[in-house]
Structures are given as C-alpha cells and as structure tokens.
C-alpha cells in the first residue's frame, strides 16, 4: 500500500511538472548558455541543452566562441538569438577579448555553426567585466562595453555575421540594455542613471534622450510588451524593483518603487509571457522573488522560492519559454542552470535541477531560450 501511494505520488509530481511546461510539447526547446569561461587565452564556450517536456535539461554539445569571458556583471544579458531571415541566430558576447561570437542554430536539433568572420570585435574594453548585448528587430545588435563607458552598433546580415558601425560614450556602464518592443528605443541601466536612445534603422544610428535620475542602483532591467512600463532591478543591500512610465518619445518618469528587505541584490528582472508577473534574481540571497504586477507599475508580493544550493551560488541570468510557465536561471560557483515551473504565481523546482555546466572557469552569467518569450 505504501508503494502505491509513493507511485502516485511520483507520477502526480510528474504530470503537474508536464501541465506546467505545455509549450515544450508544441516545439522542441533549447537554453544557450555563454559559459563565459575566463580560464585564459580564447577559451570561452557556449554550451548547448536540450530540454524535455518535463524541464530535464540535456547537453547537446559545448562550442567555443574563440573570445575570452571575464565572469563579470550579473545583470547584463550576454547571450542573445535573433531570426533573421530564415536563420536563427546566437550572439555571444567575450569581456575579456572584447569581441561578439555569432552562431546559426539549426532548429532541428539545437546544434551551431560558427559564421565565418567570428567574432567581430566592439572596439571597447575588457578588464575583468563583461559586454551586455541587446537586438533590435532582428537588424541590428547593441553591444555595451561596461568597462569604456560605450555602446557599440553592429548590423546583422542575413547569415548572422555582423558589421560594426559607431560607438556612443554612455554615462556610466551600460550593464542591463533592452530594446522597446515596438523597435523604437533602447533603453540602459547605466547602475543609477537609466537612459534611453532612440534609434534610426535608417543607418544605425542613436540618439541619446536622457539620462534620468533613479533612487537606487539601477543594473538590469526589462520592458513591458505594449512598451509603456520598464522595470529595473536595483543592485543594493535589499531587494529593490524602480518601475518607470515610457512616454511616446522616450522619456522615462518614475512611477513607482518596490522595496523587500528579506532579499539581497536584486540585479535581475524579468517580466513573465503575459505580464502580470515580476521574477526577480536575488544574487546574494539565491533565490527568485514573484511580483504581481498591477496599473500604473504597482508591484505586490506573492512568492519567493529558494534555489537549490551547491557551494557558493548566486541567482544570475534568467529566461522563459513562449507560454512563460516554466522559467530558466542561471547560477555560479559551480556554473548551473536550475529549472523552475510555474504553478500559478508560484515557483517551483523541477527534479534533479540544477543542471550542471562540466567547465571549471564558467560563470553563465547569461542565458537564453529558444524559442524563448515574445511580445509578438
């Protein structure tokens, strides 16, 4: 009897885990990892996964970028896919050789092929920190180089090499950097002075339109999907989310700000696939805070989940799958993933997460799914 309740156990575990990750049963899906591996020489990787429908994550194989990570900022997205055309896209970036890795992915089985000209260099700094990347509309990449103080634009072509164009000074270092989805603006944490850039497709040019003031550290940030409303996540003894209205020409005003003093760090942002969800990556504290979202930016607590601890892990990069219902997070020391399911607005870890990364120098600062969420 005891068995059988243990077997019903077990396999009501199993099919909630199923009913919470359903968008894997429509399309394969696939987490890239930018191992960031600052071991010397140019030896940063990218690690492929495969995951199944019920969140288990397998290495499909581990490619290197030919640059050199630092394991630097913990808030900045330095791995990012686009479509261009009918190739998908993966851009890596390497801190520590100050260069960008571009991949095409094959959708069929998650597998990639470096483009000839790989990587391209930003003509910015390295120094131990790292390049935050951002796409525009699938035709241009923003690279921020945290160390100078800059931003750099590439073109992408339509084989995913890139070609880079000007470089603008920013006033401080551009760590989280996310594009409005209407394509419009580029929007930059700037670790206190958030800042906004316009941007003409013309010939990839920007303007810059502030900065603007902010109460705390600002570092990483994202966008709601009708483009009105960014969130920024604070670096800073307690957890801290500074919510700001986007006008029509790209003005930021703070409307809001939501303060918790039960988590530490909270670098890391990142709205759900319908919006009405905060996650919020608690570095020091490992673990991810839940907040609902409401009109005007308002922001109520829900949930925390604690990540599963191995030695000295922080809560880093994050990502979530078209139907937002199961999220990925990055963790360090040692360099892992860790699964979580959506049950509600809560979190939940699946079985056997984390999912190990087998590189001694990685950090996996960032990650990215695909197909991953989308505003369209």
């Given amino acids: 009897m005891k068995m059988q309740s243990h077997r019903l156990t077990a396999l009501s575990f199993i099919v909630i885990t199923f009913l919470l990750l359903p968008c894997l049963l429509q399309a394969q899906q696939y987490v890239y990892a930018n191992n960031d591996d600052d071991s010397g020489g140019d030896n940063n990787q990218v690690t492929a996964f495969k995951v199944s429908n019920t969140g288990q994550m397998s290495v499909i194989n581990t490619y290197p970028t030919g640059g050199l990570g630092t394991g630097g900022y913990n808030a900045l997205n330095s791995i990012v896919a686009a479509k261009v055309g009918s190739n998908v896209c993966l851009f890596v970036s390497n801190g520590g050789s ?87 603006f580029l929007v930059e944490a700037n670790i206190g002075s958030p800042d906004v850039w316009q941007i003409d497709y013309s010939n990839g040019t920007l303007t810059e339109l502030g900065p603007f003031s902010s109460q705390g550290a600002t570092v990483g940030v994202d966008i709601s999907c009708d483009g009105t409303t960014a969130y920024f996540g604070d670096a800073g003894s307690n957890t801290e989310v500074e919510v700001y209205s986007i006008s029509s020409t790209g003005q930021l005003t703070e409307i809001n700000n939501y303060s918790n003093s039960e988590g530490q760090n909270s670098n890391n942002v990142m709205l759900s696939a319908n919006g009405k969800l905060l996650y919020v990556g608690e570095v020091d504290s490992n673990q991810v805070e839940t907040l609902s979202v409401g009109s005007n930016g308002a ?78």
């Fill in 98 to 184: 100050n260069n960008v890795s571009a991949f095409k992915i094959k959708p069929s089985n998650g597998t990639l092929t470096t483009v000839a000209g790989s990587p391209f260099a930003t003509g910015g700094l390295g120094n131990n920190y790292d390049i935050g990347l951002a796409v525009a509309d699938n035709r241009l990449l923003f690279a921020g180089n945290t160390v100078s103080n800059s931003i750099s634009v590439f073109g992408i072509k339509s084989n995913c090499a890139l070609e880079l164009g000007q470089t603008y000074n920013t006033p401080g270092s551009p760590d989280g950097m996310k594009v409005t989805p209407n394509g419009q």
């Fill in 299 to 376: 922001l109520t607590f829900d949930s925390v989940v604690s990540l599963h601890v191995d030695q000295f892990n922080s809560t880093l990069g994050m990502a979530t799958v078209p139907s937002g219902k199961g999220i990925f997070v990055a963790e360090d020391s040692p360099a892992q993933i860790a699964v979580l399911a959506a049950r509600g607005t809560s979190l939940v870890e699946v079985p056997h997460s984390p999912f190990v990364i087998n590189d001694n120098f990685a950090f996996v600062i960032g990650i990215t799914a695909v197909p991953g969420k989308s505003c369209n």
